[in-house]
C-alpha cells in the first residue's frame, strides 16, 4: 500500500467486524462470515484511488478526508466482505447490513452523525427560500444510492466532503460567538 498504512487498514478492519456484530442481534452473531481476502482487495483498490487522485490533482498537502471517505466506502460497498448464513440472509433487518456499517465506519472517520439530531429534525420539513422539496433523511438516500443506483467514488467523495463542510458549519452555527477563534484580518 502506498497510501494507507498497515495499521490503519487492519484497524479498519477490526472496527467494520465490531460493527457488523454490533448490528445483529446476539442469536445471529454465530451466522456471520467475514471473507478477509474481498475486504484487503477493497482496501488495495482504495489505495490505488487515493494514489490516483493525489497524483492527478497534484495535491501535495494531501486529499480531503471527504475524497478519502467516498474512495473507502466506494470499495467497501462493492467488495462482499460480509456474508450471512442461509438461516438470517432473508431477514429484513440485515438488508443492506455491510453498506450500513461501511457508512457507520466512514462517518467515524469523518466524525459525523448522518443520523443526528441536526439532520434527522429537519427531515420532511419544507427547504427555505420557497422551495417545493423537502429536506430528505441522508442516511436513507445514502443506502438507497449505493444499494440501488449507480454511483462512483467521485460522487460518493463530493456527498462526503458536503457533509463534513455541513457539520462543521452546524458546529460553528451552535458555537457561543465569545468562544469563536477571532477572524483573520
Known amino acids: 500500500m502506498?497510501?494507507?498504512?498497515?495499521?490503519?487498514?487492519?484497524?479498519?478492519?477490526?472496527?467494520?467486524?465490531?460493527?457488523?456484530?454490533?448490528?445483529?442481534?446476539?442469536?445471529?452473531?454465530?451466522h456471520v462470515?467475514?471473507?478477509d481476502?474481498?475486504?484487503?482487495?477493497?482496501?488495495?483498490?482504495?489505495?490505488?484511488?487515493?494514489?490516483?487522485?493525489k497524483h492527478r490533482r497534484k495535491l501535495d498537502k494531501g486529499i480531503s478526508e471527504g475524497k478519502l471517505a467516498g474512495a473507502i466506502y466506494?470499495?467497501?460497498?462493492r467488495h462482499k466482505i460480509v456474508h450471512l448464513s442461509k438461516d438470517i440472509y432473508e431477514l429484513s433487518q440485515y438488508?443492506?447490513?455491510?453498506?450500513?456499517?461501511?457508512?457507520?465506519?466512514?462517518c467515524a472517520l469523518l466524525r459525523i452523525d448522518l443520523q443526528g439530531e441536526w439532520i434527522s429534525k429537519l427531515v420532511g420539513t419544507t427547504?427555505?427560500?420557497?422551495?417545493?422539496?423537502?429536506?430528505?433523511?441522508l442516511y436513507g438516500e445514502l443506502i438507497y444510492i449505493t444499494s440501488k443506483?449507480?454511483?462512483?467514488?467521485?460522487?460518493?467523495a463530493l456527498f462526503f466532503d458536503s457533509c463534513a463542510y455541513l457539520a462543521h458549519a452546524?458546529?460553528?452555527?451552535?458555537?457561543?460567538?465569545?468562544?469563536l477563534p477571532p477572524r483573520e484580518k
Not at 170 to 179: C, E, I, R
Open 170 to 179: 452546524v458546529k460553528l452555527l451552535n458555537t457561543p460567538l465569545a468562544s
Open 127 to 137: 427547504r427555505p427560500g420557497g422551495m417545493r422539496t423537502n429536506f430528505q433523511n
Open 2 to 30: 502506498q497510501y494507507f498504512s498497515d495499521r490503519f487498514v487492519q484497524g479498519i478492519y477490526d472496527k467494520f467486524i465490531e460493527k457488523t456484530i454490533e448490528f445483529l442481534d446476539p442469536e445471529h452473531r454465530d
Open 95 to 106: 438488508e443492506n447490513l455491510q453498506e450500513r456499517v461501511a457508512i457507520s465506519i466512514v
Open 149 to 156: 443506483r449507480h454511483y462512483n467514488q467521485e460522487s460518493l
Open 33 to 35: 462470515y467475514f471473507l
Open 74 to 77: 466506494f470499495r467497501l460497498t
Open 37 to 53: 481476502r474481498s475486504y484487503y482487495q477493497a482496501f488495495e483498490e482504495a489505495d490505488c484511488d487515493a494514489v490516483f487522485m
